[in-house]
């Protein structure tokens, strides 16, 4: 019997360049099989880790250079630059699931 690994996209956001109207240049989701945020370009080269065990990642936005998202399992909001570095825990809430960043607002919801 063969086994096959599943991927279950929960959320995904398109980052673009600084300017106005410029196309799309990656492609950001997170794996709820996996726990893994990752990160393609559109051009269709590989996808790369963005944030490994972030537990049932969900939500996810990305804001000028930093990407945001919610984890189901413990209940937070966290940000992370976009080229790596610390994770920030920003808010917990009982159980986040979808966010929407407008202008300089963050906003988001709880699933219960």
């Not at 939500?59 to 790596?84: C, F, P, V």
């Amino acid at each position: 019997m063969t086994s096959a690994r599943v991927m279950l996209a929960i959320a995904f956001v398109v980052c673009t360049t600084a300017s106005a109207g410029a196309a799309p240049i990656d492609l950001i989701w997170s794996d709820f099989a996996t726990d893994l945020i990752l990160r393609a370009p559109v051009d269709g080269s590989g996808p790369v880790t963005v944030v490994l065990e972030s537990e049932n990642p969900s939500g996810l936005g990305a804001n000028g250079g930093e990407l945001y998202w919610s984890t189901r399992g413990t209940g937070q909001i966290l940000s992370r630059s976009l080229t790596g570095g610390t994770v920030t825990e920003l808010f917990d809430s009982p159980r986040p699931w979808v966010l929407q960043i407008v202008g300089d607002q963050l906003y988001w919801s709880d699933s219960d």
